[in-house]
């Protein structure tokens, strides 16, 4: 992605080069002089005004009982009145004051105090243009009968929604009571009892400590239905039977992750699907992960998300990186742990097809990543913006060095490593350093000599893959190469092509592989054989409807204009911008379709969308 070697170019050099890696640069708070160890919300979800309405307690810990200050992060709230509170005793008013906005950060909420309050009360709202809520019309929901509503807090939107330490290094348990629409369902990530009577009136409470990225909210025409005893799905009634139908293999894949890493330690796990605005693929807000619809695709072909949103209830909201510069720790482990449980399920071909889609994904972003942020342990993020860092170095380079330690370790020594790794840290947040501690202490001895620290050094530090890095091969991805190869080489056509009983990973291997531009003729010829175009798998369309721009193939627009203004999720369409914006006529195309996209999409994907746009204008 380019936009991210512009941001590169923008962080002073001093930046890349400082040492310290120690704090958040993300968050205001102070979390070493005092910490929340509790919050109790209680909120009024207005869909009118598109506004969260109340207040927060936030409970507090004090490290250093000689602080009198308590810095929070916030993003356009207004702030109505704090409080604070010892003990027994009454409510006291503090002073306070909200700072100017810094564009990445927010606005810090400065509260003085005249002794350490064990419970501040902030009474505030959210602005309808909250980062982290996306408010949708019925008319933009499935059914059409009732909005909805969503949150999406990861990496640093907790703070759009709720005034808080806004830092993964920070955990909590919460309490929550919000009132609504009693036509409307809200859900959190906290218990949600599949027989929840809709009056309305809904109370919260989530027991284990987690970090505010995993605070999630939200609300519409929702209905559960069951996968297992402590498994299932909430959905809009008309996605219900398709959502249960394409995620069945849910239970088997919470039994699947138990047999590796320990026991589920979060009660239930249940799926929420969200309306196709939903930025991300998925989210794993605990005991309830939240799911883009545009996985439900009828073969249940794409259920490697479900893993690896539920992977994360073990790397991630177990054990959570510190801050956002270590996010390899969540992500790049994660991806190893959904490589596993579909290993486990669908068997190894299944988990290597994964491997070498990503490694192809990997291989073409890193050519616009500046080196810097293409080791796993980053410097210091500060001045960017947590969402943009983030890259498949995280993802696929942070699973590739697991392999690269299983592959040397043997997993008869991996395997319980990566579980005490999660056990010994259990609601624990812990940086690149920690981990590196842990493995030099208890993996390194069991084998001396099976890694170097010098090839450690180029997986943690360096740009790229390490040259011997491990390599997988899969045969179905091979098959299909040769046939595209075939085809390229003019020496078979297209409806030729021996396809027969292909899965959609060697479709996505197949595409992949065709050059950027393609001649019209190609295309249509393609399209004919194979009709991507209008394909409702998103995953097709994200490789489809990029090279149909660059080629010049107008017959597809129609289809992806409605693609475009359907779809939200960030990672399908924004590569289609990414063409559009390569030329003039394109970028006024791209511009039309914004237009009429906007009110559907979530504030994310219209931020993203718009720096593309921007920076093409630019000339950049
Ligand atoms: N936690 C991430 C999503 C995320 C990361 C949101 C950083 C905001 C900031 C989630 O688990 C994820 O990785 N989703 C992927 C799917 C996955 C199969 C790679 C996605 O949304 O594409
Ligand atoms: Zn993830």
Same mark, same amino acid.
């Given at each position: 992605m380019p936009r991210l070697l512009l941001l590169c170019l923008l962080l002073p050099l001093s930046v890349l080069a400082a040492s310290d890696r120690a704090g958040d640069e993300h968050s205001y708070a102070e979390p070493d002089k005092v910490v929340v160890r509790d919050l109790g919300l209680s909120l009024v979800l207005d869909f009118d005004q598109r506004v969260l309405r109340g207040h927060a307690d936030l409970h507090l810990t004090w490290k250093d009982p000689e602080h009198r200050r308590l810095w929070l992060d916030t993003r356009d709230l207004v702030i109505e009145k704090v409080l604070g509170k010892r003990r027994d005793s009454g409510w006291y008013r503090l002073r306070w004051k909200l700072e100017p906005a810094d564009p990445v950060l927010g606005s810090k909420l400065a509260i003085e105090l005249r002794q350490p309050y064990e419970t501040v009360r902030i009474r505030y709202r959210t602005s309808p243009s909250a980062s982290g809520l996306q408010w949708l019309t019925p008319e933009m929901t499935r059914g059409g009968r009732l909005p909805f509503m969503f949150s999406q807090s990861q990496a640093i939107h907790a703070r759009s929604w709720v005034p808080l330490q806004d830092t993964p290094s920070v955990r909590y348990t919460y309490s929550a009571r919000v009132r609504t629409d009693p036509r409307v369902m809200v859900l959190m990530s906290a218990d949600n009892p599949p027989?929840?009577?809709?009056?309305?009136d809904y109370v919260f409470r989530m027991s284990q400590p987690i970090p505010s990225y995993l605070m999630a909210i939200a609300a519409g025409d929702l209905v559960f239905g069951a996968i297992s005893e402590r498994s299932g799905v909430w959905a809009e009634p008309a996605m219900l039977d398709a959502a249960l139908a394409e995620f069945a293999d849910s239970e088997r894949m919470i039994q699947a992750a138990e047999q590796l890493y +320990?026991?589920?330690?979060? +009660?239930r796990y249940d799926l929420l699907i969200l309306p196709p605005s939903f930025p991300f693929g998925g989210m794993e807000n605990p005991r309830l992960s939240f799911i883009t619809p545009t996985v439900i695709v009828g073969d249940r072909s794409l259920v490697s998300l479900i893993a690896h949103e539920l992977a994360h209830s073990w790397s991630g909201n177990l054990v959570t990186n510190a801050s956002w510069k270590d996010i390899w720790l969540n992500e790049g482990f994660t991806n190893y742990v959904e490589g596993r449980i579909s290993e486990a399920l669908y068997g190894e071909e299944a988990a290597r097809m994964e491997v070498v889609i990503n490694e192809t994904s990997l291989h073409q972003e890193l050519e616009h990543i500046p080196p810097p942020l293409q080791a796993l342990v980053l410097p210091r993020l500060t001045g960017m913006d947590p969402d943009e860092a983030l890259t498949d170095v995280a993802y696929v380079k942070g699973h590739w060095f697991l392999r690269f330690l299983e592959q040397r370790f043997g997993r008869e020594l991996f395997d319980p490593f990566l579980r005490s790794w999660f056990d010994r840290h259990a609601f624990q947040s812990v940086s690149s350093e920690d981990f590196i501690a842990y493995l030099e202490r208890e993996l390194l001895p069991r084998k001396p000599g099976a890694v170097r620290s010098k090839e450690l050094a180029a997986w943690l530090q360096g740009p790229g893959i390490p040259r011997n890095a491990p390599r997988t091969h899969s045969e179905r991805l091979d098959a299909a190469s040769r046939q595209l190869k075939r085809w390229l080489a003019g020496r078979t056509p297209a409806a030729e092509?021996?396809?027969?009983?292909?899965?959609t990973q060697q479709w996505l291997h197949f595409l992949d592989g065709l050059p950027a531009r393609l001649e019209v003729e190609q295309m249509a010829e393609l399209d004919a054989a194979f009709r991507w175009t209008g394909t409702p798998n998103g995953e097709i369309a994200m490789r489809w409807y990029p090279r149909a721009v660059r080629s010049g193939y107008f017959e597809a627009r129609p289809a992806m204009a409605a693609f475009l203004t359907t779809v939200g999720r960030r990672k399908l369409i924004l590569p289609i911008y990414e063409a559009l914006a390569e030329t003039p006529e394109g970028l006024a195309f791209a511009r039309e379709v914004l237009a009429k996209a906007r009110p559907g999409y979530h504030p994310l994907t219209t931020a993203s969308v718009e720096a593309v746009l921007e920076k093409a204008a630019e000339g950049g």
């Open positions: 027989n929840e009577p809709r009056d309305g +320990g026991p589920y330690r979060w +009660g092509l021996d396809t027969a009983g292909w899965v």
